[in-house]
């Protein structure tokens, strides 16, 4: 478990400067105001799309798999309003490291709390279904600011990176567990604990079932949820951060338990979450992580779909 990061003299060798410069300009951008700022990621990010090329075409590519009945004129919108979310989310995450708590709450309009107390008077854990939305670094601060809990994360390969974005996001959390760290994250759910647990990504065949998502009939599903919630006994309560358009702010939806999730088997716990996560999504698309290969994971035999 991790607890605040202690700032090392490493972190200032010349390997790290232009990693410097990209946060003193990030944090200094972050000063303007926020309808500024939308308008500057927006456009950031449509000016990033002829840069971006190999990910527009996996964005481009899941948009096609999961929703192949739309028409195609309706899935290119989406997808360019989704490379705009790319802009936004770099800003985001200098708003969720840098931004005051009151300058955050100020627009952040929060629905659900009600569903984390009902599970906290149980003294039940709560396993909190997070998804890679462009956003989700701001959502899990705005989250966090009113209900402290433990971030699972993958430590950063750049330790100055991997730095800041601990110490960022220990600024509404109380703790943060590497995602390998399944143990750590049952003992936490026994607790009484909150834990963000993100099972919408492809992280490869190993303890991976393939389930449903959308029109793909076998996407690679982690099973983690399935072991997560049979030994933590936890509520299992999703949350959506929306970006509300023409910079008018956010809305932060947290959702009700997941009473109904089926334990009798990972794939049948798999089909269901993937079922949340679908409703999740819908909830904003086109704020959604596609350019991440959800489906690079294959069946035996089956060749790649990119």
């Given at each position: 478990?991790?607890?605040?990061?202690?700032?090392?003299?490493?972190?200032?060798?010349?390997?790290?400067?232009?990693?410097?410069?990209?946060?003193?300009?990030?944090?200094?951008?972050?000063?303007?105001?926020?309808?500024?700022?939308?308008?500057?990621?927006?456009?950031?990010?449509?000016?990033?799309?002829?840069?971006?090329k190999r990910r527009v075409h996996?964005?481009?590519?899941?948009?096609?798999?999961?929703?192949?009945?739309?028409?195609?004129?309706?899935?290119?919108?989406?997808?360019?309003?989704?490379?705009?979310?790319?802009?936004?989310?770099?800003?985001?995450?200098?708003?969720?490291?840098?931004?005051?708590?009151?300058?955050?709450?100020?627009?952040?309009?929060?629905?659900?709390?009600?569903?984390?107390?009902?599970?906290?008077?149980?003294n039940q854990g709560v396993l909190?279904?997070?998804?890679?939305?462009?956003?989700?670094?701001?959502?899990?601060?705005?989250?966090?600011?009113?209900?402290?809990?433990?971030?699972?994360?993958?430590?950063?390969?750049?330790?100055?990176?991997?730095?800041?974005?601990?110490?960022?996001?220990?600024?509404?959390?109380?703790?943060?567990?590497?995602?390998?760290?399944?143990?750590?994250?049952?003992?936490?759910?026994?607790?009484?604990?909150?834990?963000?647990?993100?099972?919408?990504?492809?992280?490869?065949?190993?303890?991976?079932?393939?389930?449903?998502?959308?029109?793909?009939?076998?996407?690679?599903?982690?099973?983690?949820?399935?072991?997560?919630?049979?030994?933590?006994?936890?509520?299992?309560?999703?949350?959506?951060?929306?970006?509300?358009?023409?910079?008018?702010?956010?809305?932060?939806?947290?959702?009700?338990?997941?009473?109904?999730?089926?334990?009798?088997?990972?794939?049948?716990?798999?089909?269901?979450?993937?079922?949340?996560?679908?409703?999740?999504?819908?909830?904003?698309?086109?704020?959604?992580?596609?350019?991440?290969?959800?489906?690079?994971?294959?069946?035996?035999?089956?060749?790649?779909?990119?």
């Open positions: 478990m991790t607890n605040i990061p202690t700032f090392t003299p490493a972190l200032l060798h010349p390997r790290y400067w232009l990693t410097w410069l990209g946060i003193g300009f990030l944090y200094l951008l972050v000063l303007l105001p926020y309808p500024l700022l939308y308008r500057i990621g927006t456009a950031f990010g449509r000016g990033a799309k002829r840069f971006i996996i964005a481009r590519r899941n948009l096609e798999l999961c929703f192949p009945d739309m028409p195609e004129g309706e899935r290119e919108a989406l997808l360019n309003k989704n490379v705009e979310s790319v802009g936004m989310g770099l800003i985001e995450t200098g708003m969720a490291w840098f931004w005051p708590d009151w300058r955050i709450k100020k627009w952040f309009h929060v629905c659900g709390l009600e569903n984390i107390s009902l599970a906290r008077q149980k909190l279904i997070g998804l890679h939305f462009l956003s989700l670094e701001l959502g899990a601060r705005i989250f966090g600011i009113h209900n402290p809990g433990i971030g699972v994360y993958r430590p950063n390969d750049n330790k100055l990176i991997d730095w800041l974005q601990t110490w960022g996001r220990m600024r509404s959390n109380k703790s943060m567990l590497d995602r390998a760290d399944i143990k750590g994250m049952v003992r936490a759910l026994k607790n009484g604990e909150i834990i963000w647990y993100a099972p919408d990504h492809d992280y490869g065949p190993k303890s991976s079932v393939f389930a449903p998502l959308f029109a793909v009939d076998r996407a690679a599903t982690t099973a983690g949820t399935h072991l997560l919630a049979r030994l933590g006994k936890p509520a299992v309560i999703p949350f959506v951060p929306r970006r509300l358009p023409e910079g008018k702010g956010y809305e932060l939806y947290i959702l009700a338990d997941e009473k109904a999730l089926p334990l009798d088997n990972e794939l049948a716990t798999a089909t269901y979450m993937n079922k949340v996560l679908e409703n999740a999504i819908l909830l904003a698309p086109d704020q959604y992580m596609w350019l991440h290969r959800r489906f690079k994971t294959r069946p035996p035999g089956e060749p790649s779909v990119y």
